[in-house]
């Protein structure tokens, strides 16, 4: 059997995505911004992607900016919201523990130009307390920058109420919604947003697309100088077949997302349940707040590594944290954000599946991860301490 169980890493195209890609770069090939009648239809339709996406969050046209992906749109609303405060004097930024990379990346290259950063401590269940965040807005604070739904645990955020709480304060709001959009409600005007980066291959559009939701009256600084596309924000010749089809994509999934998410969930709570049999685990994130297809165990006494290495030669494809990060001997920054000691942190398993997921296959992971797990702890040094009483477990 052959499970892909990551699409937290990235989705499989849909059938309507790849049409409308193969459809674009083969009859509607012309450059946006020609004055000639198929430059002019190109741009034609660049602006019906920009109308369909723009509706899905509630946003106006205008609003959307492409970009070649989430990390591009995260760099690009954190710099701007900076340098927006600068002009004001205001200097503080508030972000937390657990953020993607393209976040906390781009908040240490703020640092360095002299940007005061106050990454909020995550707790267990992995979500944020609107109220510590309140708490921590002060007179120079600039933005706040909270991720709509976390890549690793799947933890959905408050988004809504931190939302209200930066707008009654006039600070900036920036969300990586980069695993939400696409999976989960989001209206960009109900719940405050005023910068909001996503990306394509998330919801089974193409990689190398995504775009970013800045408010109108939000001056964006831009990444790319060049030319005068997307409003003179972002210079470069657009990818309307990559825009084209992230639209359709999107148009898709949002359209389906209820009865999907609802199918999600129930085998999402089964893979829980079942993997919760195994001893001394425990699951990362909270039980109910997460996205619909996000499973993340910590496994104590293993490797998280060696667990991906034979769960991919029963034919899963899993993950133990973030693609962008999977070369790192270090443990999941996420896992240690809310409290796991390296040992167990390391023994991580994060299993995303999609709409097509059944209870058969559930059943088929859950029967792999059982004995994987019990043939990796006959040989663990770690295990063996543990059992024979030398140390103490962490996980009950």
């Not at 405060?85 to 360095?112: D, P, Q, Y």
């Not at 240690?336 to 059943?363: K, P, Q, W, Y």
Request: net charge negative; proline share 3%; with cysteine.
């Amino acid at each position: 059997m052959k499970i892909y169980a990551d699409n937290a890493a990235t989705t499989e195209m849909s059938k309507a995505a790849l049409d409308t890609m193969v459809y674009y770069l083969t009859n509607v090939y012309g450059n946006p911004s020609s004055l000639y009648t198929i430059g002019q239809k190109a741009k034609e339709e660049l602006e019906n992607a920009r109308y369909d996406i723009a509706s899905v969050l509630n946003a106006e046209p205008r609003e959307i900016i492409f970009t070649s992906g989430g990390s591009e749109a995260d760099n690009q609303a954190l710099l701007s919201a900076a340098e927006i405060g600068k002009k004001k004097g205001k200097t503080h930024i508030i972000s937390t523990t657990f953020e993607h990379h393209a976040v906390l990346h781009s908040l240490k290259r703020l640092e360095k130009q002299g940007f005061e950063v106050t990454l909020l401590p995550m707790h267990e269940n992995g979500i944020v307390r609107p109220e510590e965040l309140e708490a921590a807005i002060r007179e120079d604070t600039c933005l706040v920058t909270v991720m709509a739904a976390n890549n690793e645990i799947g933890t959905i955020q408050p988004i809504a109420e931190i939302g209200r709480i930066c707008r009654d304060h006039g600070v900036l709001f920036h969300t990586d919604a980069v695993q939400a959009v696409g999976h989960i409600p989001i209206d960009v005007k109900a719940m405050n947003i005023d910068l909001l980066s996503a990306s394509a291959h998330k919801f089974h559009g193409p990689k190398g697309t995504g775009f970013l939701y800045a408010r109108k009256g939000v001056a964006l600084t831009n990444l790319i100088e060049g030319g005068a596309q997307e409003r003179g924000k972002r210079a470069g010749t657009e990818n309307l077949a990559g825009i084209m089809s992230m639209a359709a994509a999107l148009k898709e999934t949002s359209a389906a997302m209820e009865k999907n998410s609802e199918k999600m969930s129930a085998v999402r709570d089964y893979l829980i349940k079942g993997l919760s049999e195994i001893p001394h685990c425990a699951l990362n994130g909270d039980a109910k707040m997460r996205l619909p297809g996000n499973v993340n165990f910590s496994f104590e006494g293993i490797e998280g590594e060696s667990l991906l290495i034979l769960l991919d030669q029963k034919g899963i494809s899993a993950s133990s944290g973030s693609a962008c990060t999977s070369g790192a001997l270090d443990p999941s920054h996420v896992l240690l954000a809310i409290g796991r000691i390296h040992d167990v942190a390391h023994g991580s398993l994060r299993l995303t599946i999609g709409e097509n997921a059944t209870v058969e296959e559930a059943d088929y992971i859950i029967e792999s991860v059982k004995e994987i797990v019990a043939h990796l702890r006959s040989f663990s040094p770690v295990w063996r301490d543990l059992t024979e009483g030398k140390r103490e477990y962490i996980l009950p």
